[in-house]
């Protein structure tokens, strides 16, 4: 070490941020920096540290040793002085919280646990967001997605909501005219997801035998909740998941002829970033939305994580 005055708070962000993204580039997008600005930061840094702490390798770079121990201590002080200075929560003000989900569990489940959730988070004002795209949380923000399916986790603190499972329904007067068994099933009745294409052969349960399914060519859908409307509406036949048909399915407006026989691991996952946990909306939110949804999986006899 080669002074006693510590690097800057910019310089030790910027180091924070390369380390994280393995990007000086993508440090200095995220920091609006230019990248020769992030690497006289880093230069700041490891001189001061009397160590390099990159390996560079043209646009990637990777820690060495030293830059991984750094890494570690920093990016928990970093997170310490953040809640430090999270005035809204110190005076009490409302905490803003941005939350991202897809539309189909926003009706179908948050929707309903709003006025819950306000009653047991006052201090917190939501700003929800729906939509298919998978984007990225921001970073140095308050924020936290709502997600089903597979994707990336790496930066992320990640809690599994429910395991889900994929079923076929049909509105009972649908199946008076076209019958219980896949081979009397026209293909144009086949009501099509967006991003959840039919399966090629159905499971054997419920049905006489699993049979090859003709290729879905009926209407297609990109909100899930569309299409289980549909099909509740004597449109075709669908193939959804659990969670989104169970209140119909209650209601007499469909019936479930085939489910899948495994708990598909394509769950729904409540996610925030790992650098953003321990900000109170974050947490708060975070040990919320959990119970809720074991609340929920109760009532609509769903598989919950158990860990």
């Known amino acids: 070490m080669h002074s006693s005055t510590l690097p800057s708070l910019s310089a030790l962000q910027s180091f924070e941020a390369a380390a994280r993204l393995g990007s000086f580039s993508k440090a200095a997008l995220e920091r609006n920096l230019t990248h020769s600005a992030v690497s006289r930061h880093i230069q700041a840094v490891e001189y001061w540290c009397g160590e390099i702490l990159f390996q560079r390798n043209g646009p990637k770079v990777d820690l060495l040793p030293a830059g991984q121990i750094l890494s570690q201590r920093l990016g928990t002080s970093l997170q310490a002085l953040r809640l430090a200075l999270n005035l809204d929560a110190l005076s009490g003000a409302q905490q803003p919280l941005k939350v991202y989900m897809l539309s189909s569990l926003a009706h179908n489940w948050f929707i309903g646990q709003l006025h819950a959730f306000s009653t047991a988070c006052p201090q917190i004002s939501l700003s929800l967001e729906t939509g298919y795209e998978m984007v990225s949380l921001p970073p140095q923000s308050p924020a936290v997605a709502i997600r ?102 209650k209601a007499g407006h469909l019936r479930v002829l085939v489910q899948a026989e495994q708990m598909s691991e394509k769950s729904v996952w409540l996610v925030c970033r790992e650098d953003m946990a321990d900000l109170p909306q974050v947490r708060d939110f975070c040990l919320w939305a959990v119970m809720a949804a074991k609340k929920f999986c109760v009532s609509a006899d769903l598989a919950k994580d158990e860990h």
């Not at 994707?151 to 008076?176: K, S, Y």
């Not at 997801?193 to 159905?202: A, G, K, N, Q, V």
């Not at 297609?220 to 989104?244: H, K, M, P, T, Y």
């Open 148 to 249: 089903y399916g597979h994707f990336g986790r790496t930066g992320l603190r990640c809690h599994r909501l429910w395991f889900d499972h994929m079923v076929v329904v049909a509105a009972p007067a649908w199946l008076e005219q076209y019958g219980e068994q896949s081979e009397q099933w026209p293909a144009h009745q086949f009501l099509r997801h967006t991003h959840e294409p039919w399966p090629i052969r159905l499971p054997k349960s419920g049905l006489a035998k699993a049979s090859k399914l003709p290729e879905a060519s009926g209407h297609e859908f990109n909100d899930a909740l569309l299409l289980v409307e549909a099909a509740s509406q004597g449109c075709g036949i669908a193939w959804v998941r659990a969670s989104l048909v169970q209140r119909f399915v």
